[in-house]
C-alpha cells in the first residue's frame, strides 16, 4: 500500500507526529510538527492513530477532546471516541478522526475500511467547497472495462444528457457556470473510469510485481512447480535472444 501511495503522487513521511495545531487564529489550516523537527501546513488533517490523540491538545476545549479513564488502576485522560461522528468528522473544520480513534477495532481490515470511507467522506467536503451538490458528490472509485462501453455510452453528448436528468436537481441553486464546470468534471472522471485491455494488464503486471518485491525469494520459488520455472526460463531466454 506505501508502494502504491508513493505511485500516484504522494509523500510519506515515517516520523512522529507531536503537535497538531492552527497556523493563525483566522485560519482552518493546520501545522503540524514532528520529534524529528520538522513543520508541515496542511488544510486538513485525519488523526488515525491507534491510542494516542495527545497531540490533538490545544484544537478544542480538551475536556471535549479528551475523557478521564481508569487503567491498571491509574487515572488518565483518553482521547474521546465520541468526539467524531460516525463519517469521521469532528467539531474542528477539517480535522477528522479515523480507525481506533474513532472507536473502531483495530483489526486491519475493519480500521482500514473506516480509513478509506472517511477518506471518500474528506472527498466530498473538499467538492462541497468547489460548488458540488450531493446529487454530484459520490467518488468514482472503481474501474471498468472499456469494451462494456457500447456505441450509446461512448458519446459524450449522452452523458450530458445523463448528468442533467439524473444529477441536476429542479431547485438547485447554481449557476450555469458552476454547473457546466462540475459536469465535465464529473463525465471526466466517469471516463477515466474505463480501461482498454493494455492499461489493464500492464496495471495488473506493475501490481504483482510491486508485491512480489516484499516477498521472499525462497517463498516464491517454492510456490512455483518445475514446469512452471522451465517455461518462464524459456520465455526470458527467448526475450533476452530477440532483444540480442
Same mark, same amino acid.
Given at each position: 500500500?506505501?508502494?502504491?501511495?508513493?505511485?500516484?503522487?504522494?509523500?510519506?513521511?515515517?516520523?512522529?507526529?507531536?503537535?497538531?495545531?492552527?497556523?493563525?487564529?483566522d485560519s482552518?489550516?493546520?501545522?503540524?510538527?514532528?520529534?524529528?523537527?520538522?513543520?508541515?501546513?496542511?488544510?486538513?488533517?485525519?488523526?488515525?492513530?491507534?491510542?494516542?490523540?495527545?497531540?490533538?491538545?490545544?484544537?478544542?476545549?480538551?475536556?471535549?477532546?479528551?475523557?478521564?479513564?481508569?487503567?491498571?488502576?491509574?487515572?488518565?485522560?483518553r482521547f474521546?471516541?465520541?468526539?467524531?461522528?460516525?463519517?469521521?468528522?469532528?467539531?474542528?473544520?477539517?480535522?477528522?478522526?479515523?480507525?481506533?480513534?474513532?472507536?473502531?477495532?483495530?483489526?486491519?481490515?475493519?480500521?482500514?475500511?473506516?480509513?478509506?470511507?472517511?477518506?471518500?467522506?474528506?472527498?466530498?467536503?473538499?467538492?462541497?467547497?468547489?460548488?458540488?451538490?450531493?446529487?454530484a458528490l #459520490?467518488?468514482? %472509485?472503481?474501474?471498468?472495462?472499456?469494451?462494456? @462501453? =457500447? +456505441? *450509446?455510452?461512448?458519446? &459524450?453528448?449522452?452523458?450530458?444528457?445523463?448528468?442533467?436528468?439524473?444529477?441536476?436537481?429542479?431547485?438547485?441553486?447554481?449557476?450555469?457556470?458552476?454547473?457546466?464546470?462540475?459536469?465535465?468534471?464529473?463525465?471526466?472522471?466517469?471516463?477515466?473510469?474505463?480501461?482498454?485491455?493494455?492499461?489493464?494488464?500492464?496495471?495488473?503486471?506493475?501490481?504483482?510485481?510491486?508485491?512480489? #518485491?516484499?516477498? %521472499?525469494?525462497?517463498?516464491?520459488?517454492?510456490? @512455483? =512447480? +518445475? *514446469?512452471?520455472?522451465? &517455461?518462464?526460463?524459456?520465455?526470458?531466454?527467448?526475450?533476452?535472444?530477440?532483444?540480442?
Amino acid at each position: 500500500m506505501h508502494d502504491h501511495v508513493r505511485e500516484v503522487g504522494c509523500t510519506l513521511v515515517s516520523e512522529r507526529v507531536t503537535t497538531v495545531g492552527r497556523v493563525d487564529s483566522d485560519s482552518e489550516g493546520f501545522r503540524v510538527e514532528t520529534a524529528e523537527g520538522r513543520e508541515v501546513t496542511a488544510r486538513r488533517v485525519i488523526a488515525a492513530t491507534k491510542y494516542d490523540g495527545e497531540y490533538l491538545r490545544g484544537l478544542d476545549d480538551d475536556a471535549a477532546l479528551f475523557e478521564r479513564d481508569e487503567h491498571h488502576g491509574e487515572g488518565r485522560d483518553r482521547f474521546a471516541c465520541d468526539y467524531p461522528d460516525d463519517d469521521g468528522r469532528t467539531p474542528v473544520p477539517n480535522l477528522y478522526v479515523a480507525g481506533v480513534l474513532a472507536d473502531r477495532t483495530d483489526q486491519a481490515v475493519v480500521a482500514a475500511g473506516h480509513g478509506a470511507a472517511v477518506g471518500q467522506n474528506v472527498i466530498r467536503d473538499v467538492r462541497r467547497e468547489r460548488g458540488y451538490w450531493d446529487e454530484a458528490l #459520490e467518488p468514482y %472509485d472503481w474501474r471498468r472495462r472499456a469494451a462494456e @462501453l =457500447d +456505441d *450509446e455510452w461512448d458519446d &459524450r453528448d449522452r452523458w450530458v444528457e445523463w448528468f442533467d436528468a439524473h444529477r441536476v436537481p429542479d431547485d438547485l441553486d447554481r449557476d450555469e457556470a458552476t454547473v457546466e464546470r462540475v459536469r465535465e468534471e464529473v463525465i471526466d472522471r466517469s471516463l477515466e473510469t474505463y480501461l482498454d485491455a493494455d492499461e489493464i494488464a500492464t496495471r495488473r503486471e506493475r501490481g504483482q510485481r510491486r508485491l512480489a #518485491e516484499h516477498l %521472499d525469494d525462497d517463498a516464491l520459488l517454492d510456490a @512455483l =512447480d +518445475d *514446469e512452471t520455472i522451465r &517455461r518462464r526460463a524459456e520465455q526470458l531466454s527467448e526475450t533476452s535472444t530477440t532483444e540480442n
